[in-house]
């Protein structure tokens, strides 16, 4: 599981995040994140996959210190980090990407492939394809399916549906759902309705600071979430 606590974050002099406290678990299947634009959502993230440093509190791996470990360490333990930026390797093709994701995995990569391909067809279909010419959805998927090969316990997914149409939305939201069957999802989204249609869990960032935090369905039926986001 991954423990945040009391964390305050900066960028130089600018602080993002305020006295931020939660906890993802292994039991849970989906836990949503949302909020406006700069509200510190992707930040977190961040802090989570041992990329950016906290300025106060702490955030523990499985009851390690983030801080005391590197990024590969944290995947290692369980926690994979899909970015908004998806961070292709364009001129690779399709099946070298999802190699690339297995590199922590300790498993069959032959056998977690084939679960991928399971899950995302296309992918099987266009595995000799360079990652750069696919569509934004296709891509979106392999950036997914690149996360699954490291055969996650948490899968935190950072805007997945960024820059996609509606239809395609839609398919990867369903995948999601998927997904969460058999590994725990951390989802950033700005999609409001979605994410909190799916999550058990949900936490509503604004400013840095968590103003509250409710079941997916309860948090989306409050007055301040439809006056604000729906």
Known sequence: MIEVDEIDVSYGNIQVL???SFTVSE???????????????????RVMSGLHPVDDGRVTAWGDDVAGLEPSDIVKRGFVHVS?????????SVRENLEMGAYTQRGSL?????EVFELFPIL?????????????????????GRGLMA??????????????????????FEKIEEISDNVTVLL???????????????????????????TGPSLLESDHIKEAYL
């Not at 055969?151 to 990867?172: M, Q, Y």
């Open 18 to 20: 305020w006295d931020l």
């Open 27 to 45: 039991d849970d299947r989906v836990v949503s994140i949302v909020g406006p634009n700069g509200a510190g959502k992707s930040t977190l993230l």
């Open 151 to 172: 055969r996650p316990k948490i899968l935190a997914l950072d805007e997945p549906s960024e820059g996609l149409a509606p239809k395609i939305t839609n398919r990867v």
């Open 124 to 144: 099987e279909e266009r595995q000799d394809q360079r990652a750069a010419s696919m569509s934004g959805g296709q891509q979106q998927m392999l950036a997914i």
């Open 110 to 114: 032959d056998e977690t492939m084939q």
């Open 84 to 92: 908004e930026e998806r961070n292709l390797f364009g001129d690779m």
């Open 188 to 214: 950033v989204e700005q999609h409001v309705h979605k994410a909190l249609g799916l999550a058990d869990r949900a936490y509503l960032l604004e400013n840095g600071e968590i103003i509250t935090e409710d």
